[in-house]
C-alpha cells in the first residue's frame, strides 16, 4: 500500500505562481513512477507531468516551458512548479504513484484555481 498527502493547492491570480507537494508513504519502493495529473469540471482527468524513478520527465504539452515536476527521494517526495498560471490551469490537481501500468495509487486532490 501507498498513502499519498498533497499540498500546496489555492487560489491564484493569471500569471501567478503555486508549487504543490505529494508526499508518498508505505510501500514506496514498490513506485516506478509519481506524476500530476488533472481534472476541470466537465472534462475527462489528463495527465500534467510524471517523473521516473531514475528522473525521466515527460509533460502534456499544455504545460511545457511553465511548469516543473521533481522529486526529493529522501523525503518521498514530488513536486509541481507552476509558473505562468492560466485560467484554463484550473483543476483538481492528483498526484499519482504508479506501480505498474494496472496499479496506481491516487492522492484525494488538491484544488487550484487560477483567476483572469
Known amino acids: 500500500q501507498v498513502q499519498l498527502v498533497e499540498s500546496g493547492g489555492g487560489l491564484v491570480q493569471a500569471g501567478g505562481s503555486l508549487r504543490l507537494s505529494c508526499a508518498a508513504s508505505?510501500?514506496?519502493?514498490?513506485?516506478?513512477?509519481m506524476g500530476w495529473y488533472r481534472q476541470a469540471p466537465g472534462k475527462q482527468r489528463e495527465q500534467v507531468a510524471s517523473i521516473t524513478v531514475v528522473g525521466n520527465t515527460n509533460y502534456a504539452d499544455s504545460v511545457k516551458g511553465r511548469f516543473t515536476i521533481s522529486r526529493d527521494n529522501a523525503k518521498n517526495t514530488v513536486y509541481l512548479q507552476m509558473n505562468s498560471l492560466k485560467p484554463e490551469d484550473t483543476a483538481v490537481y492528483y498526484c499519482?504513484?504508479?506501480?505498474?501500468?494496472?496499479?496506481?495509487?491516487w492522492g484525494q486532490g488538491t484544488q487550484v484555481t487560477v483567476s483572469s
Open positions: 508505505g510501500s514506496v519502493s514498490s513506485i516506478n513512477r
Open positions: 499519482n504513484a504508479r506501480i505498474d501500468i494496472n496499479w496506481n495509487y
